[in-house]
Nanobody, 115 residues
């Protein structure tokens, strides 16, 4: 079964950290560029970070560039998003995206940054 499953979301105070994971199954992860998107209530889904097939290239939204790090471990079929210095405006549902021969989405994981 081809799927992406996100985990690691939760409630965190401003300034805190979370690490999201995206576990891929049913396909070869290294054949796909991977991204993290997020969607805040009432807003459109936006690209947060992206990584090339073997991790040699990354890019980030300006709002997260110095705080978030995307990485991948193709041997473990997993993509990560390390989020530091979290702000209330980082609140939203975070989605994993695979882009290659097909485009695939996970079901999302909720991140809430609040005191």
């Amino acid at each position: 079964q081809v799927q992406l499953v996100e985990s690691g979301g939760g409630l965190v105070q401003p300034g805190g950290s979370l690490r999201l994971s995206c576990a891929a199954s049913g396909f070869t992860l290294s054949n796909y560029a991977m991204s993290w998107y997020r969607q805040a209530p009432g807003k459109e889904r936006e690209l947060v970070a992206a990584i090339s097939r073997f991790g040699g290239s990354t890019n980030y939204a300006a709002s997260v560039k110095t705080r978030f790090t995307i990485s991948r471990d193709n041997a473990k079929n997993t993509v990560y998003l390390q989020m530091n210095s979290l702000k209330p405006e980082d609140t939203g549902v975070y989605y994993c995206n695979a882009r290659g021969a097909y485009t695939m989405w996970g079901q999302g994981t909720q991140v809430t940054v609040s005191s």
